[in-house]
């Protein structure tokens, strides 16, 4: 018997993600100089939605959002984002195959 080996980004390709155009359920608030629990996310993010733009803000791309809540524990307390669930049909589709 051979043991198959799966990659994990094999199984996360099967997911699928409806994107609710001009309404993300994230957004970084306005800072002056990124917080390190909001540059952590640049690192720790699954989906890598988090990164630093020229100007050394951290922006967030919500598309390919995995709602894992990573970012929710990190940095809502803190107030450095704004979390809500996407509108129903939209957000992310597991498929586990």
């Known amino acids: 018997m051979t ?3 799966v990659r994990i980004e094999d199984k996360l390709y099967q997911n699928r993600y409806l994107v609710d155009a001009g ?3 994230i957004k970084v608030r306005q800072h002056q100089s990124p917080s390190p629990n909001l ?3 640049t690192v720790v993010c699954p989906a890598k939605c988090y990164e630093v733009n ?3 803000q951290v922006e967030v791309i919500a ?7 990573t970012c929710r524990v990190l ?3 803190s107030g450095d984002i704004d979390w809500s669930y ?4 939209f ?7």
């Open 3 to 5: 043991a198959s080996v």
């Open 23 to 25: 309404r993300p359920h």
């Open 39 to 41: 540059l952590a996310l």
């Open 54 to 56: 020229e100007d050394g």
């Open 63 to 69: 598309d390919g959002c995995m709602e894992c809540g």
């Open 75 to 77: 940095c809502e307390e």
């Open 86 to 89: 996407p509108r129903g049909g």
């Open 91 to 97: 957000g992310v589709l597991f498929k586990f195959g």
